[in-house]
Structures are given as structure tokens and as C-alpha cells.
């Protein structure tokens, strides 16, 4: 099964999204949005950037 942006309004009534794996888990959460359409915008967003993004190691922090 594959994975699925869910978009939903939070207690303080912000629009967020939640990226959920096949399994149900929860992979990735965004920002509150101030309305629906821009939580949709927010996933639109992301699709495009993960399309060619690159995983990149970061140093341990001191």
C-alpha cells in the first residue's frame, strides 16, 4: 500500500498535513497553515522537493 499526505484541522484550528507510510505510521508532520488550501499548497510543496532531494549525513553536534 502506498503512502498518504492526510490534511486536517488541529485543536487550535490550524490546517496541517501528515505524511503517513502503507503501514499508518507517521513519517513527517508540517507546519499549522491558516487555511486548507494552503495546507494542500504546503504538500504540493513538498512533493516537488522530494522528487530530486538528496539525503545528506550532518555532522554530530557538539
Known amino acids: 500500500m502506498a503512502g498518504k499526505f ?7 484550528g490550524k490546517y496541517r498535513f501528515r ?3 502503507g503501514n499508518g505510521e507517521i ?5 499549522g497553515y491558516s487555511s486548507k488550501d494552503a495546507a494542500h499548497k504546503g504538500v ?3 512533493q516537488r522537493a522530494a522528487v530530486d532531494a538528496s539525503v545528506v549525513d550532518m555532522p554530530k553536534a557538539a
Not at 492526510?6 to 487550535?12: F, K, L, R, S
Not at 513519517?27 to 507546519?31: D, K, L
Open 6 to 12: 492526510e490534511v486536517y484541522e488541529d485543536h487550535a
Open 19 to 21: 505524511l503517513k507510510a
Open 27 to 31: 513519517v513527517a508532520t508540517g507546519q
Open 44 to 46: 504540493e510543496a513538498v
